[in-house]
């Protein structure tokens, strides 16, 4: 709560990992104020921003997606709203361009993103306060898959929520997601009831292992160990090889297997660890078997 109230005099960022807008509908609940919304790429120009600015009220809340992708334009013109609360209006072009000044109310700003180093100096440093969202611990996943299950009136048991909340990525999202699937499991092919034998074959089906891996990881690993030999490979071979689009590659599919120990990145390429291989029960290569990759010999020789 004194968070709360500190952000309501001081600019906040937020690099965004999960659930950011649940969080700020409880900032704006909690503080009593309204919340406008936009996103990075559709701010073009400073019009875009100056209605939004100028009709807020005070301790509002501006959230703004994606804030690394603003132009350096908006940037420019954020920076004296955020500092003195007022923003400049030109009032025409050319040579005898005009430039009011104009006060606004006094506003909290949130900004979210996947990538803050892609943020630019200036605008990472006019941030008062920077937090992290991490990835929720099984016991937590545990206690939203049973109270999702309560909403729905699901007959879960402690064991069966357990195995849901282990393979959701560490994601509530993800939790509830695999829940609704594993309902419709049991209401069909079993008794209702979500025990633990019910999640495991229900996952099962889904494609789901116990890590979290869904088919499309195990896409990525196979294609890496089968036509690359475990790596290392370019992010644009392996997307190619996969007809995948690299960028969905790196971003969406990589950093869970990375997280998990799965997949390395490395000077040369993607490496597929020692996990991965046993974990799909590929042969380990020999140590030293590619010539060229010093560092690959080294990543299969070191012990777990």
């Known amino acids: 709560m004194a968070k709360l109230e500190e952000l309501k005099r001081d600019p906040g960022a937020i690099s965004r990992h999960l659930n950011d807008k649940r969080i700020l509908s409880?900032?704006?609940?909690?503080?009593?104020?309204?919340?406008?919304?936009?996103?990075?790429?559709?701010?073009?120009?400073?019009?875009?921003?100056?209605?939004?600015?100028?009709?807020q009220r005070e301790g509002d809340i501006l959230f703004i997606d994606e804030i690394h992708r603003l132009r350096p334009i908006i940037e420019e013109f954020l920076y004296p709203a955020m500092e003195d609360w007022q923003v400049d209006i030109r009032l025409s072009d050319g040579p005898k361009a005009?430039?009011?000044?104009?006060?606004?109310?006094?506003?909290?700003?949130?900004?979210a993103t996947t990538r803050f180093g892609s943020l630019t100096a200036p605008m990472r440093a006019r941030f008062g306060i920077v937090q992290r969202m991490n990835y929720y611990p099984p016991d937590e996943l545990v206690t939203?898959?049973?109270?999702?299950?309560?909403?729905?009136?699901?007959?879960?048991?402690?064991?069966?929520?357990?195995?849901?909340?282990?393979?959701?990525?560490g994601t509530p999202r993800v939790a509830n997601r695999l829940l609704r699937r594993v309902r419709?499991?049991?209401?069909?092919?079993?008794?209702g009831s979500i025990g633990r034998d019910v999640a495991q074959a229900a996952l099962k089906l889904l494609d789901v292992d116990e890590y979290g891996l869904d088919e499309m990881d195990g896409h990525v690993l196979k294609t890496l160990i089968e036509k690359f030999e475990g790596g290392p490979v370019?992010?644009?071979?392996?997307?190619?090889?996969?007809?995948?689009?690299p960028?969905?590659?790196?971003?969406?599919?990589?950093?869970?297997?990375?997280?998990?120990?799965?997949?390395?990145?490395?000077?040369?390429?993607?490496?597929?660890?020692?996990?991965a291989f046993r974990h799909l029960g590929y042969p380990l290569p020999e140590s030293g078997k590619n010539a060229d990759d010093g560092n690959q010999a080294s990543l299969f020789t070191e012990t777990e």
């Open 247 to 275: 960028t969905t590659l790196e971003e969406v599919y990589e950093p869970f297997l990375i997280m998990e120990g799965f997949l390395q990145r490395t000077p040369q390429g993607r490496v597929a660890t020692r996990r």
């Open 26 to 55: 409880v900032m704006g609940m909690l503080m009593g104020v309204n919340i406008k919304t936009t996103s990075g790429p559709v701010l073009e120009k400073p019009a875009d921003l100056v209605g939004i600015l100028t009709n």
């Open 144 to 169: 939203i898959v049973r109270r999702s299950a309560d909403i729905l009136a699901i007959d879960a048991t402690e064991n069966g929520a357990e195995e849901i909340a282990r393979r959701s990525r």
């Open 98 to 111: 005009q430039t009011m000044t104009m006060k606004i109310e006094r506003f909290t700003l949130v900004g």
């Open 234 to 245: 370019g992010l644009n071979s392996l997307a190619v090889a996969m007809g995948e689009d």
């Open 184 to 191: 419709d499991y049991a209401q069909v092919r079993a008794d």
